[in-house]
C-alpha cells in the first residue's frame, strides 16, 4: 500500500469530484479528498472507504495550500497526481457585456488562481513522484471557438485554466510531469443541472488523464480521452 499513487482532488464532496475519488480509490490509489466545508469532506470520504482521507480545503487560501503542503509531506512524502476540479460560478443568468464584474473576480480566484496557487505549493511534491500528473478540470465552455455571449465568469475563467494548462506542462516538461485539461462533458451535477449524462462518465475521462503512462500527452484538452480544440 505504501506504493499506492497519492492523489489529491479538489472540490470533491460531490459531483464530479467525489466521483473521480470514488474511481481513483478503486484503481488504488490513496486518495485526498478535500472540501471548503470539513464536515462534508469527512462524509464524502466515508461513502467511498478507507482509502481516502478527507482534508479541508478552501483554493482561494493561500495559508490553506501551505497546510495542506505540509500535511501531505509529513503523512506521504509525495504527490504523484493533483486534480484540480474545485470551481464556482456557471453564471447563466449573466451576458459579458452587463456582467457583474465582482462575481467574475470572485470565479477566477477559485478556478484559475485556486489552482495556480496550489500547484505552486505542491510542485516541491509533485516533483518526488516518478509520475507527477496534474489535471485541469476544464470546460467546452472555455473554448475560443465555443465562446458565446452568456455564463462570462465560468467561460473567462476555464478558457484562462486552459491557458494556464499549456503554460504548465511546458515550463514542467523537463520534471516529467504531465498537465493536461479535460473537459467532462455536461454532466447531471448539481453546478450542470439535470439532464446530463451520469457522473461516472464525465470523471472517467479525467481519472484517465490522471493515470496517463509515462511518454502521454501533456498541454492537451481533452474530452472522453480524445483531444478537442482549445
Avoid at 482534508?55 to 495550500?65: E, F, K, N, W
Avoid at 495556480?116 to 470546460?139: D, F, K, M, T
Avoid at 439532464?195 to 464525465?202: C, H, L, M, Q, S
Wanted: proline share 5%.
Amino acid at each position: 500500500m505504501t506504493d499506492a499513487p497519492v492523489s489529491v482532488v479538489t472540490g470533491a464532496n460531490r459531483g464530479i469530484g467525489l466521483e473521480t475519488c470514488r474511481q481513483l480509490a478503486a484503481l488504488g490509489h490513496r486518495v485526498v479528498l478535500t472540501a471548503r466545508d470539513p464536515a462534508k469532506a469527512q462524509a464524502a470520504a466515508r461513502r467511498i472507504g478507507p482509502a481516502v482521507h478527507p482534508v479541508r480545503l478552501d483554493v482561494t487560501d493561500a495559508a490553506d495550500a501551505a497546510a495542506l503542503a505540509a500535511e501531505l509531506r509529513d503523512r506521504y512524502g509525495r504527490v504523484d497526481v493533483l486534480v484540480n476540479n474545485a470551481a464556482i460560478h456557471y453564471d447563466t443568468w449573466q451576458r459579458v457585456s452587463t456582467a457583474d464584474l465582482a462575481v467574475v473576480r470572485e470565479a477566477a480566484d477559485t478556478n484559475v488562481f485556486g489552482p495556480w496557487q496550489l500547484v505552486q505549493a505542491l510542485l516541491p511534491l509533485l516533483r518526488e513522484s516518478r509520475h507527477g500528473r496534474i489535471v485541469n478540470v476544464s470546460s467546452g465552455a472555455g473554448a475560443i471557438a465555443d465562446l458565446g455571449a452568456g455564463t462570462p465568469a465560468y467561460s473567462i475563467t476555464k478558457l484562462a485554466l486552459n491557458g494556464l494548462t499549456k503554460m504548465l506542462a511546458r515550463d514542467l516538461a523537463h520534471d516529467r510531469i504531465l498537465v493536461n485539461a479535460v473537459c467532462p462533458g455536461w454532466v447531471a451535477t448539481d453546478m450542470g443541472g439535470g439532464g446530463g449524462r451520469p457522473v461516472a462518465d464525465g470523471a472517467a475521462g479525467v481519472v484517465w488523464a490522471a493515470t496517463l503512462p509515462d511518454g502521454g500527452p501533456t498541454g492537451g484538452f481533452f474530452r472522453d480521452k480524445h483531444a478537442i480544440p482549445w
